[in-house]
């Protein structure tokens, strides 16, 4: 069987981290790559840098990653969909839900493969406490609070925070709770002078009654990406900048004082760092949608899903427009 004959749109930051996973991953031929900017970071190697989508789909692609701006992704999205091509749109899916709406109704319309590239679910980490949880190592899980700070990517200028990064932490939490969200309260913020909100501070709850807390920012000179489940047996704590995963369990201490022994706390356990493989994530998401594309697989974040993620995503940044409200005087 011949390879998947593979396009990307978009050649910058992500883009180029595509390009060199797809030549590295079996089974796909990266075959066409297209910017209208050009080929700021030489991704395009033997490959003729084309201008647009409509050129990359008449270079005979079976398979595309759209990576340009957030903006673009409808437009592109329906091309591609139009021509019969299956894709990954980085995330998030779209600009707005009605855009995102529009492209999770043009694929599958015409049965095709499209996937939302929220890299963070292949983390290893992840993948990993993922598995634990469902395997009842925390028993009843009780909350997930993420982290997610850093300085500001200059590459980012059509869409906030929100969209930008607390997407990856509203699709993880999701994902590991196998649940969605029916509460949402947040704070947000514009410091940096940009017209949209470069810090998110977010508590919320699940369906299956899990509370969330969710602090993402733009403005911190250090960068953070943690992700704690605690449970009723413990805390689990996945770095994903490492992709270290480490258990801190409960310890069991007796207590002869009767008055102390009623209360039902818990104390400091043991601490585990689990040696785990670690693959790249961006190689497993390629990995994912080529055996989607190949009826093989499963393991792709769905056009549904991303954009249920971005319905979120926009009312958190509704709540946090109404708390701002809400301290108004009449």
């Known amino acids: 069987m011949s390879d998947l004959r593979v396009g990307i749109i978009g050649l910058g930051m992500m883009g180029r981290h595509h390009a060199r996973v797809v030549r590295e991953t079996s089974g796909v031929e990266l075959v066409a790559v297209a910017d209208p900017f050009g080929d700021v970071h030489g991704v395009a190697g033997p490959l003729t840098a084309l201008e647009n989508v409509h050129q990359l789909i008449e270079a005979g692609i079976d398979m595309a990653v759209c990576a340009v701006p957030t903006a ?19 995330k998030p899916i779209a600009h707005s839900v009605e855009a995102g709406e529009r ?5 599958t319309a015409r049965g095709l493969v499209g996937a939302v590239g929220h890299v963070e679910r292949y983390n290893p980490a992840l993948q990993s406490l993922r598995a634990r949880m469902a395997n ?9 609070a993420t982290r997610r700070q850093g300085p500001f990517p200059a590459r980012i200028a059509d869409v906030g925070v929100v969209k930008d990064l607390a997407t990856h932490d509203i699709d993880l939490t999701m994902w590991l709770a196998r649940s969605s969200y029916v509460e949402l309260h947040s704070q947000v913020t514009s410091r940096s002078g940009r017209e949209h909100e470069d810090m998110v501070a977010a508590t919320g709850r699940l369906a299956n009654g899990v509370i969330t807390n969710h602090l993402v920012n733009w ?12 449970g009723e047996k413990g805390a689990f704590v996945a770095d994903t900048l490492t992709a270290d995963l480490t258990f801190h369990g409960n310890g069991v201490i007796d207590t002869e004082w009767d008055s102390v022994a009623n209360f039902r706390g818990v104390s400091e356990g043991d601490v585990t760092r689990f040696a785990i493989p670690k693959p790249e994530p961006l190689r497993t998401e390629h990995e994912s949608f080529r055996d989607a594309v190949l009826g093989i697989g499963t393991g792709i974040v769905t056009l549904a899903e991303g954009l249920a993620t971005l319905r979120t995503a926009e009312w958190l940044i509704s709540a946090g427009a109404a708390a701002r409200m809400e301290g108004v005087p009449a």
Not at 73 to 87: D, M, S
Not at 219 to 230: A, D, G
């Open 72 to 90: 673009q992704h409808e437009a592109v999205g329906l091309a591609l969909a139009e021509a019969g091509v299956h894709t990954l749109i980085e």
């Open 103 to 107: 492209l999770a109704e043009a694929f």
């Open 136 to 144: 009842g190592d925390l028993g009843e899980i009780y909350q997930i």
């Open 219 to 230: 403005l911190s000179p250090m960068k953070e990406r943690v992700t704690v489940v605690t």
